[in-house]
């Protein structure tokens, strides 16, 4: 399995200073080879960018236990990934099966959690009370048959700062209208995200350190 190293270039915008660091969760069936075409937008913009495969697939490991299956348990792996690379803040970004992931890592750790994104899942909470305080960003696709934007009726209950965008394409979005992803998530990022110093995304002394 390809091992990259905590400073590895490929992980660093061009400039060489981050000013924050963006965790991709790709979905089912899918890779994190999925978000080659957004990564390259994400490093323009001066982050750094971490796409991990989930447990199972891949180059990981693969385990017949399915404790290591759990949406905590996937939380749980990011927080540690986290803090093995310094990071004690970072952004997510997820589509699919890995947008519920991340909804769950924003629940379960929202210290670590400053901000994050998600394309074609909408949001169905477990429990009848609370909001994500985090800024966030729902991206929905007219033709996703699976997953329609209609699912997404009432999700601003649970959020108290919940942006939106909808795009002309199927479940694969990210792939079919990869410059319409890239524009919401880019003024997201200008208007919610940067210049919000309550977020610390440099935090830490991995690649989120300036």
């Known amino acids: 399995m390809d091992v990259l190293a905590t400073l590895d270039p490929r992980l660093q915008p061009d400039s060489g200073k981050s000013t924050g660091t963006v965790f991709l969760v790709h979905g089912w069936p899918d890779l994190a080879l999925g978000w080659a075409n957004h990564i390259p937008f994400l490093l323009s913009k001066g982050l750094s960018v971490v796409a991990l495969d989930k447990i199972g697939y891949g180059g990981t490991d693969l385990s017949e236990d399915v404790k290591f299956y759990t949406w905590k348990r996937a939380a749980d792996d990011i927080a540690t990934l986290s803090s093995q690379l310094g990071l004690s803040r970072i952004i997510l970004g997820g589509h699919d099966f890995g947008g519920a992931v991340v909804y769950r890592t924003a629940i379960w750790h929202p210290d670590l959690v400053a901000a994050f994104y998600v394309l ?29 934007p209609s699912l997404s009726e009432g999700m601003e209950t649970y959020f108290d700062s919940l942006g939106r965008g909808e795009i002309d394409g199927g479940h694969w979005a990210r792939w079919e209208k990869p410059l319409e992803v890239d524009k919401y998530v880019g003024n997201w990022l200008a208007t919610s995200v940067f210049g919000n110093a309550s977020l610390n995304l440099t935090a830490g002394l991995g690649l989120g350190a300036p």
């Open 120 to 148: 074609n899942t909408p949001f169905a909470a477990p429990t009848a009370s609370g909001k994500f305080k985090q800024p966030a960003l729902y991206i929905a696709a007219t033709q996703d048959l699976t997953l329609p």
